[in-house]
């Protein structure tokens, strides 16, 4: 009865700890509205009232992570929801996406990921897999929030607007 009783309870822990990559939701958004001249333009007014907003919607989301490429615009429309969930925005680099894929399903707690126009969707289908593929978006399209629930059963993906939350 006592081996029955230890292998029940070897058992346990060993599923627990098989267990570690529980339910995580990943967010993914294009950087806000830009300023359109320089090479490295920072957010319009307007942009910088919707990385407020972003902060707002992610506020009850336990925000753990916050990743944005390396521009002003980026790292901009990061900052509030950073700040809010007091982590600090790490850099990562929009050419390697597989390299930031593999960090977003290693790690622990939910994530925001800012990019562009032409890197949200492409990161977002990785999640997606034989699925329907999300097209780049538009210059004018900053509204979309791609929401990725990672679960043991499997990786399912949204694409919202801000005015869904």
Same mark, same amino acid.
């Given at each position: 009865? +006592?081996?029955?009783?230890?292998?029940?309870? @070897?058992?346990?822990?060993?599923?627990?700890?098989?267990?570690?990559?529980?339910?995580?939701?990943? =967010?993914?958004? +294009?950087? $806000?509205?830009?300023?359109?001249?320089?090479? /490295?333009?920072?957010?319009?007014?307007?942009?910088?009232? +919707? $990385?407020? #907003?972003? $902060?707002?919607?992610?506020? /009850?989301?336990?925000?753990?992570?916050?990743?944005?490429?390396? =521009?002003?615009?980026?790292?901009?429309?990061?900052?509030?929801? @950073?700040?809010?969930?007091?982590?600090?925005?790490?850099? !990562? /680099?929009? +050419?390697?996406?597989?390299?930031?894929?593999?960090?977003? #399903?290693?790690?622990?707690?939910? @994530?925001?990921?800012?990019?562009?126009?032409?890197?949200?969707?492409?990161? @977002?289908? !990785? &999640?997606?897999?034989?699925?329907?593929? !999300?097209?780049?978006?538009?210059?004018?399209? =900053?509204?979309?929030?791609?929401?990725?629930?990672?679960? $043991?059963?499997?990786?399912?993906?949204?694409? #919202?607007? =801000?005015?869904? &939350?």
């Amino acid at each position: 009865m +006592r081996n029955f009783l230890f292998l029940i309870f @070897a058992t346990l822990i060993l599923f627990s700890c098989g267990t570690k990559n529980q339910t995580k939701t990943i =967010y993914i958004v +294009r950087h $806000a509205e830009k300023q359109l001249e320089g090479s /490295d333009p920072d957010l319009l007014q307007v942009g910088q009232i +919707r $990385a407020t #907003k972003l $902060a707002q919607i992610l506020e /009850d989301k336990e925000i753990k992570h916050v990743y944005s490429t390396d =521009y002003l615009r980026t790292k901009n429309t990061a900052r509030p929801t @950073a700040e809010a969930a007091g982590v600090k925005v790490e850099i !990562y /680099d929009p +050419r390697n996406q597989d390299e930031l894929v593999e960090k977003l #399903k290693a790690l622990e707690g939910n @994530a925001l990921v800012v990019g562009h126009s032409n890197t949200v969707n492409k990161l @977002a289908n !990785y &999640f997606v897999g034989e699925g329907e593929q !999300y097209p780049d978006l538009n210059d004018i399209e =900053y509204d979309y929030i791609f929401v990725v629930t990672l679960e $043991a059963s499997g990786e399912k993906v949204e694409r #919202k607007l =801000y005015k869904d &939350f």
